[in-house]
């Protein structure tokens, strides 16, 4: 089977600034994914990359290649996952809503239902037994905010979000193509023209 390499990470800390002391920064490759306070959250986003790639080999979920929040009334909205290049303006934004941007790379969908599946905190997975570890959550998925056409219903407007599915050749063309179609018939599909932390926003909440 062809899959590309695991990208590198690495962390890094932030220089202190005047507000306080400095972000330990989570890199996969040169693109920052998630920006920590403490070394334990640092350590948990660093983990959930890690069990990505395991993930991306299960045919349980379809594995896509975009941002997951979780908003304020415990729904789930789905984002180009180009947005985290503005990581500290996506981070800012989400807080200010009192959403919950998840570290994982991918965005997990159930087959049956098309929810975004929610793994249990992968500091605990790292450390207990498969069958010891906390069940995930599923969300139902409201808004789909992708670039110009990528999430729309019915025939090629599907192609673009299908080239997303991380693990195609693991779970099958006819299986990502009708989670796809599930879960845009609970969301709305919202297309952004300018790829942007702001646009984002603004299409979220308007």
Do not use: K
């Amino acid at each position: 089977m062809d899959m590309p390499a695991p990208a590198n990470y690495s962390l890094l800390l932030d220089e202190p600034s005047a507000l306080g002391r400095g972000l330990i920064v989570v890199y996969r490759s040169t693109t920052p994914v998630r920006r920590a306070r403490t070394p334990d959250s640092a350590v948990s986003a660093l983990l959930a990359h890690l069990f990505s790639h395991l993930e991306v080999m299960s045919p349980e979920h379809v594995a896509l290649d975009a941002a997951a929040v979780i908003d304020d009334r415990g729904e789930a909205i789905l984002a180009p996952s180009e947005l985290r290049n503005e990581l500290p303006a996506l981070e800012a934004g989400v807080r200010r809503r009192r959403w919950r941007l998840l570290d994982s790379p991918f965005a997990l969908l159930a087959p049956e239902t098309g929810d975004l599946i929610v793994q249990p905190p992968h500091s605990s997975r790292a450390v207990a037994v498969a069958d010891a570890c906390p069940n995930s959550s599923s969300y139902a998925v409201t808004r789909w905010v992708s670039f110009e056409g990528e999430a729309r219903t019915g025939g090629r407007r599907l192609a673009p979000a299908l080239h997303r599915v991380r693990n195609l050749a693991v779970v099958g063309l006819d299986t990502a193509t009708a989670t796809l179609q599930r879960t845009l018939e609970h969301a709305t599909s919202v297309a952004l023209s300018t790829p942007t932390v702001n646009a984002f926003f603004a299409a979220v909440d308007g």
